[in-house]
């Protein structure tokens, strides 16, 4: 249960830290609109970022249905460790040995999405503004001002 709920805290700082590039994303395409044209590296950087970034969020939340049925299926992972939390924390037994496995597959799994989170965040971020400096794309939150 320990492990559960340290997994599902730091879920929800990267949900957050995710939304962030998600939402920083979206100024800077703002930012290349308002300038006009941005060289090809730049518009493919922010593509790349965003396919990952979506990606990310489909791991961990699902993907959006519009309120339809969707396929089975493995859940995502946020609802998979809520799930086992709720198991486990219901039971009067010790946890399982399926429950045990799920617990480390699940470990795994957020600690792949954790590292795709930080790589956006901390490097591919950074050098997306850069580009953007270079290139004399107007400022835009969250970038130090020239």
Not at 99 to 104: E, F, H, K, Y
């Amino acid at each position: 249960l320990q492990s559960l709920n340290q997994m599902l805290a730091t879920s929800r700082a990267a949900l957050s830290t995710t939304r962030d590039v998600e939402s920083r994303l979206q100024e800077i395409r703002q930012a290349i609109e308002t300038h006009g044209e941005a060289p090809e590296s730049i518009q493919e950087a922010v593509a790349e970022i965003a396919k990952d970034v979506d990606a990310i969020l489909i791991t961990m939340e699902g993907e959006e249905t519009g309120g339809g049925a969707t396929l089975p299926g493995a859940p995502p992972l946020a609802d998979l460790v809520q799930q086992l939390y709720g198991a486990i924390e219901a039971s009067t037994a010790r946890p399982t040995t399926e429950q045990r496995q799920l617990t480390r597959l699940s470990h795994e799994k957020w600690m792949e999405q954790f590292e795709r989170v930080n790589q956006q965040k901390a490097r591919k971020l950074p050098g997306l503004e850069t580009q953007l400096d270079e290139a004399g794309v107007p400022w835009t939150p969250g970038r130090p001002i020239r």
